[in-house]
């Protein structure tokens, strides 16, 4: 079989990554047909908005797309393409495992294995803001001086929060769905219930009554403070953890520190029928064209696509020839160094080096 899939190489590092990326997967044996298209600044030049509907219908129709990091462009109109795509196609959930490699020098923590699920749609996220001095800035301060007790300063920008008993059961069923299927003991729900009562206190509730569905996993609740504390001191405690969109989006990017940093952190965001896998990382534009960041975050997201495709085997190969490649320390990048400005392998030869442990 034959898999058409959306390929969009994206903006700074992207391109690099991304071909890196297919040569591998290539390598596995499993047979893609790519539809490439562009997104972010590289689809401005070309079609005046990062996100032209040709990109989008191409997604739509082959349900699944490989996708680099873009940069975020100024002055378009869109407060992030990334976002934007993940409102269009509602990829409500957004998948980041970080699991602990042998060998990687530049993190003192051992048999981390953490999947945050967050949710990718809703909360601060839905970008309803009001600049301080605005009309409904003004509006707002005047409606909450009248129903509260307490101080609010005049001239305060606002930011709207909101999350939605729809929203919150389907991102804890996805992830307890998730656990089951991957035979995960534990799912912990994050919060800041204890102040922000109705809508992490909305998540949270929501979380409760579907963790009874699935008597078999452990279930916890934890404040997203504390768990931070403890995610310092022993992240072996976790397991899966089910997130509101901003505290995800922090606690993903921790997480990936714990294992090594981000060129080690894969990505996917998944809806109903629709799913996107891209690292966690950004564009890092100051590197773009010189062949020297790490392509595994990248590759680490497409073995998540693998496994989505249920092509486990070459899943199961592709991530062995990673992790032997970071255990035998000769073809890594510079960020997994001690003294980054040791010697090092370059993209391009982090993926010779992979392909050819596929090989072997
Ligand atoms: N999913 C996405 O497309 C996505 C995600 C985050 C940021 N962005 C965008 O990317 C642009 C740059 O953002 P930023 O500089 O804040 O974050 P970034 O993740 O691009 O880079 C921050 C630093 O992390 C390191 N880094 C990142 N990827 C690496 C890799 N593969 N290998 C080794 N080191 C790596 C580099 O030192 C880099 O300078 C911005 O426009 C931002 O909006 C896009």
Known sequence: MTYRVTLLPGDGIGPEITAAT???????????DWDICTLGESAIEKYGTPLPDITLESIKRNKIALKGPVTTPIGTGFRSVNVA??????LYACLRPCKSFKGVVTTPYENVDIVVVRENTEDLYIGIEFASGTTEAEQLHDFISKHFKG??????????????????????????????????????????????????????????EVAREYPEIEYEEVLVDALCMRLVRSPQ?????????????????????????L????GANIGDSIA???PTHGSAPKYTGMNKVSPMAQMLSAVLMLRYLDETNAADR?????????????????????????PSAGTSQ??????AQLKK
Do not use: H, W
């Open 85 to 90: 795509l993940r409102k269009q196609l509602d």
């Open 276 to 278: 996107v896998f891209e």
């Open 263 to 266: 060129g080690l952190a894969p």
């Open 350 to 355: 982090v993926a010779d080096a992979i392909i």
């Open 151 to 208: 101080k609010v300063n005049a001239g305060s920008g606002y930011s709207i929060k909101a999350i939605s008993e729809y929203g919150s059961r389907r991102i804890v069923k996805y992830a307890f769905e998730y656990a089951r299927k991957y035979k995960r003991s534990k799912v912990s729900a994050i919060t800041k219930a204890n102040i922000m009562k109705f809508t992490d206190g909305l998540f949270l509730t929501t979380a409760r």
């Open 318 to 342: 592709m991530e062995k020839a990673i992790a032997d490649v970071i255990a035998e320390g000769k073809s890594v990048t510079y960020d997994l160094r001690k003294d980054r400005d040791a």
């Open 237 to 261: 405690m976790y397991d899966v953890l089910v997130l509101p969109n901003l505290y995800g989006d922090i606690i993903s990017d921790l997480c990936a520190g714990l294992v090594g940093g």
């Open 22 to 32: 297919v040569r591998v997967l290539e390598a596995t044996g499993v047979k893609f």
